[in-house]
């Protein structure tokens, strides 16, 4: 009898594989039996959830980041910075709008009328470009709510444009057959706003309480806080039941299919119930089958929900789907912005992917509503792209290792935490997907000499990986290539598309 060894990478790499398909709710030949709605506020009972296959395979979201903040051209955190006295938006709000104790966020909300947005051209668009889900604002810090809120009179329906834009956004995601979710940044809003209760230290409005410290508009503003609440969630238990009341209306009221929080899982036992309530709901919605997705920024999700991270990815395969946000510019309009690239956008998808996260991608719109030229071609760039390139990205899983090259040996910090979205890469740099016996090899730089993937050599493995055929998608050129025993040569093809970030489809034995 023959005795068969394992090395120790190959059983690493077993070992992987079975998590992942744990992590994805069924062994390989089981059924996933249906759920009852069974989620408490215990944290343990989150045990039980199981990653949705349509997020798996989704892989790319877009978001919009708007609301009437955007009003101003200023960018993020307007409502904030313009109380902030001595800052560059309280100069700025001065100069244009007046003082923030006679004209503050309250009056900058009446001029956000959204008149050029039209949510079914943009979807379409957004479709085109290659988004499987959209996720629409419904609320930031500034406490104004994008949806017909019974409970909060400082909605989009009542003021601005008077249109229920999270609604909207739900209408015509489903009209193109995006999964549809909802971001909610109320948690952080309790201390955030604070600053709008007070007064100018200096010059000749010095001590001239601002707007927000008048009674009549603390339902926006909120009551003042005790001294000693100035953490990014408050620990005030009635602003945690009015957070709760809220998000569980939004929930309530459009059913999505993701929710993000801004923050770790809010206010302990609260937010767990409100994640209850969110997974329950969707379980009887979908007759026994769970098909929501809780992001949030929680280091360590271990199976729970998706960890957010944003302005950053990881630095390897995760076992648990991830996902990261970042926006292409600003998270607001700002005039003068610099945006990314649409070859930075797509390289980033890849490296993304390649270690099982998604890419949730805030594409920024005027305060009118409308995108900028130099924002449409951006997403063209990516939309040509994906139409030939998207076999390799969607549907697809890890593969032994997630990539190769310089990039992988300095990898700077993200901003909140991880590394960098955003980064240099060199023809050297390859990133891979898979899809059963089909592997993907991303050259993230055009090359401009033949293309050595070491990751694919004869010897590279203990147990050796047979290379059967090379293509690239979207051409009919007859590539040469040749599998030696340290890497996989590719001679470079004689006609290489337009985008930068080249895809090989490579099927193995």
């Known amino acids: 009898m023959k005795t068969i060894r394992i090395s120790m990478k190959t059983t690493i790499v077993l070992i992987i594989g079975i998590l992942m398909y744990s992590c994805n709710g069924k062994q390989p030949g089981q059924e996933v039996k249906p759920l009852t709605p069974?989620?408490?506020?215990?944290?343990?009972?989150?045990?039980?959830?199981?990653?949705?296959?349509?997020?798996?395979?989704?892989?790319?979201?877009?978001?919009?980041?708007?609301?009437?903040?955007?009003?101003?051209?200023?960018?993020?955190w307007y409502a904030r910075r313009l109380y902030e006295e001595g800052g560059s938006g309280y100069k700025y709000h001065l100069e244009h709008y007046g003082h923030p104790s006679k004209f503050g966020y309250k009056d900058i909300i009446p001029l956000w009328k959204a008149e050029k947005w039209d949510p079914d051209k943009l979807m379409a668009l957004y479709k085109r470009v290659g988004a499987r889900y959209f996720v629409s604002m419904a609320t930031h810090h500034d406490n104004f709510f994008?949806?017909?809120?019974?409970?909060?009179?400082?909605?989009?329906?009542?003021?601005?444009?008077?249109?229920?834009?999270?609604?909207?956004?739900?209408?015509?995601?489903?009209?193109?057959?995006?999964?549809?979710?909802?971001s909610e940044h109320l948690g952080a809003s309790f201390t955030w706003f604070q600053v709008s209760h007070g007064s100018d230290k200096t010059g000749p409005m010095k001590g001239v309480k601002y707007d927000g410290a008048n009674p009549e508009y603390h339902d926006l503003y909120h009551p003042p806080a005790a001294p000693d609440d100035k953490g990014w969630l408050t620990k005030d238990t009635?602003?945690?039941?009015?957070?709760?009341?809220?998000?569980?209306?939004?929930?309530?009221m459009y059913k999505p299919d993701l929710l993000y929080s801004d923050?770790?899982?809010?206010?302990?036992?609260?937010?767990?119930?409100m994640l209850a309530h969110f997974y329950n709901q969707d379980i009887e919605k979908n007759n026994g089958k769970i098909e929501a997705v809780y992001t949030?920024?929680?280091?360590?999700?271990?199976?729970r929900w998706v960890r957010d991270i944003e302005r950053g990815a990881m630095d390897t395969v995760s076992i648990d789907p991830w996902q990261t946000d970042t926006s292409i510019g600003d998270w607001y309009y700002r005039t003068g912005q610099k945006y990314m690239t649409g070859t930075q956008v797509i390289q980033m998808l890849v490296d993304i992917v390649s270690k099982n996260g998604n890419l949730l991608l805030n594409v920024v719109q005027t305060p009118e509503g409308d995108l900028?030229?130099?924002?449409?071609?951006?997403?063209?760039?990516?939309?040509?792209?994906?139409a030939v390139n998207g076999e390799g990205i969607y549907e697809t899983r890890p593969w032994k290792v997630y990539g190769e090259g310089p990039s992988m040996k300095k990898q700077e910090k993200g901003r909140f935490g991880g590394v960098r979205d955003v980064r240099p890469y060199q023809q050297a740099d390859i990133r891979f997907t898979?899809?059963?016996?089909?592997?993907?090899?991303?050259?993230?730089?055009?090359?401009?000499?033949?293309?050595?993937?070491?990751?694919?050599?004869?010897?590279?493995?203990?147990?050796?990986?047979?290379?059967?055929?090379?293509?690239?998608?979207?051409?009919?050129?007859?590539?040469?290539?040749?599998?030696?025993?340290?890497?996989?040569?590719?001679?470079?093809?004689?006609?290489?598309?337009?985008?930068?970030v080249v895809c090989f489809r490579i099927e193995l034995k």
Not at 152 to 160: A, L, Q
């Open 38 to 76: 069974s989620f408490t506020s215990d944290i343990e009972s989150f045990r039980q959830y199981r990653y949705p296959e349509w997020f798996r395979d989704a892989k790319f979201g877009i978001w919009a980041h708007w609301g009437p903040q955007a009003v101003p051209r200023q960018g993020d």
């Open 263 to 273: 923050s770790e899982l809010p206010f302990g036992e609260t937010g767990r119930k």
């Open 296 to 303: 949030c920024k929680h280091l360590a999700s271990e199976g």
């Open 146 to 182: 994008l949806w017909n809120s019974r409970i909060h009179r400082w909605n989009s329906v009542n003021m601005g444009p008077q249109k229920d834009v999270v609604g909207l956004w739900q209408e015509a995601a489903k009209k193109y057959g995006l999964r549809f979710g909802v």
């Open 434 to 500: 898979s899809k059963g016996n089909t592997l993907y090899a991303f050259v993230m730089e055009k090359p401009t000499e033949d293309i050595k993937i070491t990751s694919l050599g004869k010897k590279t493995w203990t147990e050796p990986v047979r290379v059967r055929s090379v293509k690239m998608p979207g051409s009919d050129e007859k590539l040469r290539w040749k599998q030696e025993e340290n890497a996989l040569v590719i001679t470079l093809p004689a006609r290489l598309p337009e985008w930068k």
């Open 372 to 386: 900028e030229q130099d924002v449409l071609d951006i997403l063209e760039e990516i939309a040509s792209w994906i």
């Open 238 to 252: 009635a602003y945690h039941k009015r957070w709760f009341a809220s998000i569980t209306e939004l929930i309530d």
